[in-house]
Nanobody, 123 residues
């Protein structure tokens, strides 16, 4: 079992930056594929970024490519999401999630979820 706790959300002006962190419990963190998702009010949860177990393989939603960067530190059991050039449409609750195996952008394919952290971008 993996427990995930996100932090780092907040209120930021458009064009600003935030770094989200997701701390995982357990000794098998390095064996999980990690993803970041977000959910805006009235919308479905959507994939934002994903990282392979060693960080060598990363995937991004088209809407965040070039602005967001996912990284992980397996020694610290933590995955990060660096968000730059934020836009009002990035406003959402951001979740990290873990799954066994490889890349998948469907929330249904993830086994463990954090509680989420709110990101609000003002115009």
């Amino acid at each position: 079992q993996v427990q995930l706790v996100e932090s780092g959300g907040g209120l930021v002006q458009a064009g600003g930056s935030l770094r989200l962190s997701c701390a995982a419990s357990g000794r098998t963190f390095s064996s999980y594929y990690m993803g970041w998702f977000r959910q805006a009010p009235g919308k479905e949860r959507e994939f934002v970024a994903g990282s392979s177990y060693n960080g060598a393989g990363t995937y991004y939603a088209d809407s965040v490519k070039g602005r967001f960067t996912i990284s992980r530190d397996n020694a610290k059991n933590t995955v990060y999401l660096q968000m730059n050039s934020l836009k009002p449409e990035d406003t959402a609750v951001y979740y990290c999630a873990a799954r066994r195996g490889y890349y998948n952008s469907s929330p249904d394919r993830y086994d463990y979820w954090g509680q989420g952290t709110q990101v609000t971008v003002s115009s």
